[in-house]
């Protein structure tokens, strides 16, 4: 098969092999390279890191877009929650944001791309109509999860509709997130691939569900995400079974709450609480485990930690909201339950109570989802849709660099109005709680 070249555009990436933020995009570029791809993954830059590394068969390159001491927008937990930490570095983001349209561009001219991945739906969609004229090459955008609800809603909207129409294909995690965009312009190939997970790292280790008492939670520590309520029901279910154990692997502003709640209910000796671990040691975790818990209370774009604890032969006791359902098969290879507290410890204790069920439940999830996810499976889906659109795409004009100076008003304009927005939500807020 005629090897093509592949630029992937992502504004996440591990800092290094192993890390645990966005693994999975680094693991698309390689499975990528696998099947004939000549693949280089251009992502933000950060103090200490290199501009250009090879890992395997994938090129890194990383866009500057600051002095280098203050490259430190993305990385550390991602560009939403370090805004949220330290709002004031949005300053840094039109700087970022149209750095990388400057050197996507560049390099997909100079380097004779055949064509660009732009991995999540913004920024690239506030300059992608015109990298596609200038560039002249055919463009798949892949949503994720915020991004898309960003693209279903408001002035974000538009800005997503604009760029649907300069794509020649989009591609989205889940069956739900797909829904969110129903009422935005779609390319007419637009299609659902979930993200892939690599079935031969997430496998069955020599302990099966049935040996552990232990319930396993991994992920952010927001409210969002139902933490409180977990503990809460474990609270419940340890005057049941005292000697069940919860670990939990994350961080997040409800963490001190959580070990007050913990304290005041004297069990810190029966909960693990780790910020983070390296993800390839993951593994080895779920399968330690009686069950993964997942209790969000909003909507999951696809449920990353089911998946990879399904491989592992690790039933899920979730909410199934949003693309959680679609991985998790109610009593078949987990459970869902009401959004409650009184649910879900129903649903934890119905697992630690009956071996042969959260056995089963989990040698049907890991049958199950051999069909659906591994990322053999998943990268041949993209490596036929990204053929299709080569081919299809033909010859466009020649491509030339531009000065991008419209591209450069519009982010800086954004980046204004939003800056200008949260210091309105901000003022109101202080204002009606003086009143």
Not at 347 to 371: I, V
Request: net charge positive; charged share 25%.
């Amino acid at each position: 098969m005629e090897s093509k070249k592949l630029l992937v555009v992502s504004t996440s990436f591990p800092m290094r092999p192993g890390d645990g933020l966005s693994p999975f995009i680094l693991e698309f570029c390689q499975h990528l390279s696998n099947l004939g791809w000549d693949v280089t993954a251009l992502v933000p830059h950060h103090k200490g890191l290199k501009d250009r590394e090879v890992w395997g068969a994938v090129t890194v390159r990383r866009f500057r877009y600051l002095p280098e001491s203050m490259e430190d927008v993305g990385y550390s937990g991602g560009i939403m929650p370090n805004l949220k930490k330290r709002p004031w570095k949005i300053l840094k983001i039109p700087f970022y944001i149209y750095s990388m349209y400057r050197e996507a561009l560049n390099i997909s001219v100079e380097e004779k791309f055949d064509l660009v991945s732009f991995q999540w739906i913004f920024p690239a969609s506030f300059w992608l109509g015109r990298f596609a004229r200038v560039s002249g090459l055919p463009i798949v955008l892949t949503g994720h999860g915020t991004d898309i609800h960003m693209a279903s809603r408001g002035i974000f909207k538009k800005f997503a509709d604009w760029s649907f129409k300069k794509a020649d294909a989009l591609t989205v995690n889940s069956a739900y997130m797909k829904s969110l965009l129903k009422d935005n312009l779609l390319p007419q190939q637009t299609e659902v691939i979930y993200v892939g997970v690599d079935s031969e790292k997430f496998h069955p280790g020599n302990t099966k569900p049935s040996d552990s008492k232990k319930i396993l939670y991994v992920g952010r520590l927001i409210k969002q995400k139902g933490i409180e309520l977990l503990v809460e029901a474990f609270i419940d279910i340890t005057k049941q079974l005292p000697d069940a154990k919860l670990e939990i692997i994350g961080y997040g502003p409800e963490k001190e709450n959580i070990k007050a709640i913990l304290k005041a209910a004297h069990l810190e000796e029966s909960v693990a609480m780790i910020d983070t671990v390296p993800h390839d040691d993951l593994p080895a975790i779920y399968s330690q485990s009686r069950v993964l818990v997942l209790p969000s209370l909003i909507p999951e774009g696809l449920g990353m930690t089911p998946a990879e604890a399904g491989l592992c032969g690790v039933p899920t006791v979730t909410f199934g909201l949003g693309g959680t359902s679609e991985i998790v098969i109610n009593n078949k290879t987990g459970l869902i339950v009401e959004p409650s507290r009184e649910a879900l410890r129903g649903g934890l204790l119905k697992l630690l109570q009956n071996d042969s069920l959260a056995d089963n439940l989990g040698q049907n999830a890991r049958k199950f989802l051999l069909d659906i996810i591994p990322w053999p499976k998943i990268a041949t889906r993209f490596d036929g849709l990204f053929r299709e659109v080569v081919e299809a795409h033909g010859a466009k004009q020649s491509k030339t660099k531009s000065n991008a100076i419209l591209p450069a008003i519009i982010i800086f304009l954004v980046t204004f109005g939003y800056i200008i927005k949260t210091f309105m939500d901000r003022f109101e807020r202080i204002v009606s709680l003086i009143k």
